[in-house]
């Protein structure tokens, strides 16, 4: 069977077969393809062709595939949420530009977590507590900052940012566009302008 080229493949194009590396090269393709692909889309036998691997070393250091999945959301979580959150951060900014930062930072295909809980259709999979986990993070983070910001309602607001960014994320994956972004930022601003004195 011939797959498609993926950046992961070519990240790992030249690195030795099995051997040293080979769990971080399992993880850097299903990160990878993941994203890319789709969870439901991606199987073991890419996965390991991928990262250089036998199916065997592949199961010598996951269990299944679910364990892999809860594996790319947690390292999706420490790679993605730092840069979402860095307008958050930014004390250096003014508390309303911090909040509609979020909303310049790109994600092609949506949101990771958005995306994995969409395709597992399973409530109790281990990765959808990966996945609300990560999300209640956010919605905390905005929270936190509508507070900053003096809103009347900072947990209202918190929420009403999270699903405009949820919202741009997904149509802009859907059109391939970074249009709905813009439109969330413009209602973005609306809301924060009213919540907030």
Same mark, same amino acid.
């Given at each position: 069977?011939?797959?498609?080229?993926?950046?992961?493949?070519?990240?790992?194009?030249?690195?030795?077969?099995?051997?040293?590396?080979?769990?971080?090269?399992?993880?850097?393709?299903?990160?990878?393809?993941?994203?890319?692909?789709?969870?439901?889309?991606?199987?073991?036998?890419?996965?390991?062709?991928?990262?250089?691997?036998?199916?065997?070393?592949?199961?010598?250091?996951?269990?299944?595939?679910?364990?892999?999945?809860?594996?790319?959301?947690?390292?999706?979580?420490?790679?993605?949420?730092?840069?979402?959150?860095?307008?958050?951060?930014?004390?250096?900014?003014?508390?309303?530009?911090?909040?509609?930062?979020?909303?310049?930072?790109?994600?092609?295909?949506?949101?990771?977590?958005?995306?994995?809980?969409?395709?597992?259709?399973?409530?109790?999979?281990?990765?959808?507590?990966?996945?609300?986990?990560?999300?209640?993070?956010?919605?905390? =983070? +905005? %929270?936190? &900052? !509508? /507070?900053?910001?003096?809103?009347?309602?900072?947990?209202?607001?918190?929420?009403?940012?999270?699903?405009?960014?949820?919202?741009?994320?997904?149509?802009?994956?859907?059109?391939?566009?970074?249009?709905?972004?813009?439109?969330?930022?413009?209602?973005?601003? =609306? +809301? %924060?302008? &009213? !919540? /907030?004195?």
């Amino acid at each position: 069977m011939t797959t498609k080229t993926t950046r992961a493949d070519e990240q790992v194009r030249g690195e030795t077969k099995g051997g040293r590396g080979a769990r971080e090269r399992i993880l850097r393709a299903a990160t990878d393809l993941f994203y890319e692909q789709g969870i439901a889309a991606t199987g073991i036998e890419q996965l390991a062709e991928v990262a250089h691997v036998s199916k065997r070393t592949l199961y010598q250091h996951f269990a299944s595939k679910d364990e892999i999945i809860v594996e790319y959301l947690g390292r999706v979580g420490e790679q993605r949420l730092p840069g979402l959150a860095e307008p958050l951060r930014d004390s250096g900014r003014p508390v309303r530009d911090r909040l509609l930062g979020i909303f310049d930072v790109g994600a092609p295909r949506g949101c990771p977590f958005v995306n994995a809980a969409t395709e597992l259709a399973d409530t109790e999979h281990p990765a959808r507590a990966v996945c609300t986990a990560q999300k209640q993070t956010f919605i905390d =983070a +905005l %929270i936190a &900052l !509508a /507070t900053e910001a003096g809103a009347r309602d900072p947990g209202k607001l918190g929420h009403q940012l999270a699903v405009l960014y949820d919202g741009a994320s997904a149509q802009g994956a859907a059109l391939n566009s970074t249009e709905p972004a813009e439109y969330a930022r413009a209602a973005a601003a =609306a +809301l %924060i302008d &009213l !919540a /907030t004195p």
